[in-house]
């Protein structure tokens, strides 16, 4: 079946500006996660849905990120203001119920400022 | 959240098995311990998880120190499709409601033909 896909793959944007990064997860997938990963480093952690509510958004870095999943499927991560330190790639993940359950992840958008 | 840690980076020839080491000695009664891997330009990939008991699966196999304070992921036929960061995550069954996972650096996995 469908894995998780995410889009764009590529976005480049100019510092300041406002961008938006999509996530569909496996269908019947109830957990979702987004993480961050800048070079050379694992995964960070920054916001877990449970359904359409964020269940966890302590890894957001500040204000200025964002994240929806109105109807609890398909997510959001809105970025406002964006900053050269943004620049990642954003990673979604999908697992059955929360907890413990397998999380499978998308292949990623990758984000540049400049 | 309790920590991990693991070498940088590893190095195997191919068709040998691979012993990839992950320190967790700050573990709760409560972690699970689950290994992930990434691909060059992939998200991550489940490979195995385990609480107590050694693992096996068609990827790997796991095992754990009796005072689960370490554990050891074993490939046991390394092949050039396995070279990849490899992660060790402890996630904790004793929560509620969301369930952050912590990534490391992981351990990049050389395979030499």
């Known amino acids: 079946g469908a894995g998780v896909s995410q889009t764009p793959s590529n976005k480049v944007t100019e510092k300041g500006k406002y961008v938006e990064l999509r996530c569909d997860p496996i269908?019947?997938?109830?957990?979702l996660y987004w993480y961050r990963q800048s070079l050379g480093q694992g995964p960070e952690f920054l916001i877990y849905?449970?359904?359409?509510?964020?269940?966890?958004d302590s890894g957001l870095p500040n204000d200025r990120f964002f994240a929806v999943r109105p109807e609890g499927s398909v997510s959001t991560l809105k970025i406002q203001r964006t900053e050269r330190g943004d620049s990642a790639v954003y990673l979604c993940?999908?697992?059955?119920?929360?907890?413990?359950?397998?999380?499978?992840f998308g292949p990623g958008t990758r984000l540049t400022v400049l | 959240d309790a920590k991990t840690t693991q070498p940088n980076s590893m190095e195997s020839n191919e068709e040998e098995p691979v012993h990839l080491p992950c320190n967790h000695s700050?573990?709760?009664?409560?972690?699970?311990i689950h290994w992930y891997r990434q691909l060059p330009s992939q998200g991550p990939e489940y490979v195995i998880h385990?609480?107590?008991s050694n693992v096996n699966n068609r990827m790997a196999s796991l095992a754990i120190a009796e005072d689960r304070k370490s554990s050891t992921l074993i490939l046991h036929r390394a092949t050039l499709r396995d070279a990849a960061v490899y992660y060790c995550?402890?996630?904790?069954?004793?929560?509620?409601?969301?369930?952050?996972?912590?990534f490391g650096a992981g351990t990049r996995l050389f395979v030499k033909a």
């Open positions: 993940a999908s697992s059955l119920s929360p907890g413990l359950d397998t999380q499978y």
């Open positions: 269908s019947g997938h109830t957990a």
């Open positions: 849905f449970q359904g359409t509510g964020a269940a966890d």
């Open positions: 700050t573990i709760s009664g409560t972690d699970y």
């Open positions: 385990g609480l107590t």
């Open positions: 995550i402890l996630r904790d069954f004793g929560r509620t409601g969301g369930f952050k996972t912590i």
